[in-house]
């Protein structure tokens, strides 16, 4: 008898650790969650939060300015040289809790949303370009400023930017 109850409180250990792990998993990585990649990411930005990096919404992230300042800076300088005619190219990227910017990932999809493959050196002009703007706001939570994603998309149409949003 005595066997038998050391062999069910051994299951529900092993369960109950499963669990736990299986939990911490899925509360400390999102989709979507971008990773810090040697090959592309700049080694001097750091992130300030270990585990969660929030979304703008939720943190209250912002541009001074807004968006009209967003598209005002970067509207001069930024073309559609290496982009397909038609889409939406999207930049993603991090904001740490000092309203420095970094990890960029880049997608592009076409007018019926399917994925685009842009070539590694344009996303890296938009990358270039997006991080010469000064004036990120990093969110707050409970006061205490973090890291929080933030993304800008630029609308191509017959080989020409038309907007940024």
Known sequence: MKSKLNIWLLVSFLIAGML???LYIK???YVGDISYDSAIDSPEFKVCGEYRTSQY?????YYQGGKKAIKKQLWSK?????LP???LFTVRFVVNCHGETGLFRAT?????VKRIEVPQETSKHFADLISGLEGWVPGKI??????SYI????KVENGNITDIF
């Open 108 to 112: 592009m999809t076409d007018p019926d």
């Open 27 to 29: 509360l400390t990585h």
């Open 78 to 82: 930024v073309n559609a040289d290496g």
């Open 57 to 61: 919404y939720q943190t209250g992230t």
């Open 151 to 154: 993304q800008i998309v630029f």
């Open 85 to 87: 005619p038609n889409g």
């Open 20 to 22: 736990s792990l299986w």
């Open 142 to 147: 409970q006061g205490e400023p973090l890291d």
